[in-house]
């Protein structure tokens, strides 16, 4: 997907001829409350794509004008990205860091702009504290414990004497992988009957999730009990793999992943799936709010997480609201 970068100089340029050409005196148009820069990690999944519209849509419902930068998965983009942002003036800049660590001197350089910059999504890990305001995002270690309790849950109901686990984890040294699969962990480790044989990164991406679960299968064929997924979007990519292998995801094997996007919603419906915990990409509202409140020089929250959610096989599946992402 294109960069869709929006200049600041030419927006308002473009917005004054505008108002010339239609006639319609300046006064009349709403001028934005705030102009804030966003760097977006990519498009590598429903969730990604949910929060970005969710983004834009709350910007367009606050009048905030909204400089978005998609970076391609890549951090150096995001870097880039920010140093226009500062170059422009925002008012605020947000991001969603693809990784921890790396943000020190871009964030410096933002607090020597007098830029307050609030992090949605996921977190950074710097030398020098204070360099953030505001934490926007899922509390990812509880998403991780989640899921691990609905698989003793699982276990115990189905008798299980021994769990054989294979981990498909989400971008390495991100926040939610490193914070999932601590939750997940820490909850198994009093569990004697569960094992994670093996963790291999599928970057969050569809196509990794299969190439990953191909090379699972290969390694331990049919002593895996369970699949635990980072994200929906490697799940799926996973479960076409582990059909071939001629095992029945859901019942052969217990599939547990984490977002609740429609499409893993669907397929937990069709008992392919058995727990999917929620992850929502409905960041936006908050997001707008702790902007508007940094603009007018209001105290901030430190860290504010949404309200989360598990969906599964436990449920009657015809009580899950439609998902929106
Ligand atoms: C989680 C978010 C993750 C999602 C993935 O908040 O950072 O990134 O779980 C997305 O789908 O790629």
Not at 204 to 212: D, M, N, P, T, V
Not at 287 to 310: D, F, N, R, S, W
């Amino acid at each position: 997907m294109k960069s869709r970068v929006i200049h600041c100089g030419l927006c308002l340029l473009m917005t004054g001829l505008l108002l010339c050409g239609c006639g319609k005196k300046a006064e009349e148009q709403v001028e934005p409350t705030l102009l804030l820069g966003v760097s977006q990690i990519g498009s590598e999944s429903a969730w990604r794509i949910g929060n970005t519209r969710d983004i834009e849509e709350q910007a367009d419902r606050y009048g905030i004008s909204l400089m978005l930068e998609n970076a391609n998965q890549k951090q150096e983009n995001q870097i880039a990205a920010i140093r226009r942002f500062i170059a422009y003036k925002v008012d605020v800049i947000a991001f969603s860091p693809i990784v921890e660590e790396g943000w020190d001197n871009v964030l410096k350089e933002a607090k020597d702009a007098g830029i307050p910059v609030v992090l949605v999504d996921r977190d950074v890990s710097t030398q020098t504290e204070g360099l953030t305001t505001c934490l926007i995002g899922a509390d990812f270690y509880k998403e991780g414990v989640m899921a691990a309790e609905y698989l003793i849950r699982k276990a115990d109901s189905l008798g299980m004497e021994q769990v054989n686990i294979v981990e498909i984890t989400g971008t390495e040294n991100s926040t939610p992988m490193r914070q999932r699969q601590a939750g997940f962990v820490d909850t198994l480790a009093g569990d004697p009957r569960m094992q994670v044989m093996e963790s291999i990164d599928g970057d969050f991406l569809k196509s990794r999730g299969a190439e990953c679960m191909r090379s699972l299968l290969e390694t331990y064929g049919d002593s895996i009990d369970v699949v635990f997924s980072h994200n929906d979007e490697m799940t799926l990519g996973a479960l076409p793999e582990i059909e071939k292998a001629g095992f029945t995801p859901g019942s052969d094997m217990i599939i547990i992943s984490i977002d609740g996007g429609q499409e893993a919603i669907d397929v937990l419906k069709e008992g392919k799936i058995n727990c999917v915990v929620e992850c929502t990409p409905k960041l936006g509202k908050e997001l707008m709010e702790t902007a508007l409140k940094l603009k007018a020089g209001e105290a901030v929250e430190e860290v504010i997480h949404p309200v989360e959610e598990v969906f599964t096989d436990e449920m009657d599946p015809a009580t899950i609201e439609p998902r929106g992402y």
